[in-house]
């Protein structure tokens, strides 16, 4: 059954110091997206991308994140400055199609990274 | 805007006990989809179902039943005759557009 892969599972850095979370889509997949969830908290939409570049973006997506799609399989976020507050288990996802009732489509989520800002 | 409300912060049900998990969502859209996840004490999301705004059929899956009514906006999740392994937390999630809106989610613990 086809899946989203996410590495690593657990990343541990030093305040300030740049991270960048890997996730592989499933393949005949179009839409991507990252969301965040924060101990104990609910899972928070970061951002979408589509047709390589950002088709949504959340308050939390400020100019420290960035997603890339280097090389057609892989799709990257990366944090440039990381902070404490950084913290969280990151979700990639992604979807046949937008949500959209003639689609049928459905989001398929990773395993999720844990990141610890230390 | 966009919001789901899962009222239930954390239930404790004892074995083979039913339970039925809230999920109230908010949207001017005509067109969405609710999704149901668990996210296990391992972390991840795992997902249990998904409907679409024009289909308000009732669903069973095993021990599962999902009951959508778009006169109350609510999506709720029972399970029946629930497990020790059905400890979790249960995330409710509307979908529309290119965006997943999520409830603060349901602890349940299945005590044996």
């Known amino acids: 059954e086809p899946e989203v892969t996410q590495t690593p599972s657990h990343q541990v850095t030093q305040m300030g110091q740049e991270v960048i979370l890997r996730c592989v889509p499933i393949s005949n997949h179009l839409y991507f997206y990252w969301y965040r969830q924060i101990l104990g908290q609910k899972v928070e939409f970061l951002v979408s991308?589509?047709?390589?570049?950002?088709?949504?973006k959340s308050e939390i997506f400020d100019d420290q994140f960035s997603v890339e799609r280097p090389d057609g399989s892989n799709f990257t976020l990366k944090i440039r400055s990381t902070k404490l507050e950084d913290s969280a288990m990151y979700f990639c996802?992604?979807?046949?199609?937008?949500?959209?009732?003639?689609?049928?489509?459905?989001?398929?989520f990773g395993q999720g990274t844990r990141l610890t800002v230390v | 805007a966009q919001k789901v409300t899962q009222a239930q912060t954390e239930i404790s049900v004892v074995e083979k006990e039913d339970v039925t998990l809230d999920c109230v969502y908010e949207?001017?859209?005509?067109?969405?989809?609710l999704f149901w996840y668990k996210q296990p004490p391992s972390g991840e999301l795992v997902f249990l179902i998904r409907?679409?705004?024009?289909?308000?059929q009732n669903e069973i899956s095993g021990r599962y039943s999902w009951n959508f009514q778009k006169s109350t906006s609510s999506f709720n999740f029972t399970i029946t005759a629930s497990q020790v392994v059905d400890s979790a937390v249960y995330f409710c999630?509307?979908?529309?557009?290119?965006?997943?809106?999520f409830g603060t989610g349901t602890s349940l613990t299945v005590i044996p």
């Open positions: 996802a992604s979807s046949r199609d937008s949500a959209d009732v003639t689609m049928n489509t459905e989001a398929f």
């Open positions: 409907r679409n705004s024009f289909d308000e």
């Open positions: 991308f589509y047709n390589n570049e950002i088709s949504e």
């Open positions: 949207t001017r859209d005509t067109t969405y989809y």
């Open positions: 999630a509307l979908n529309t557009g290119n965006q997943f809106y």
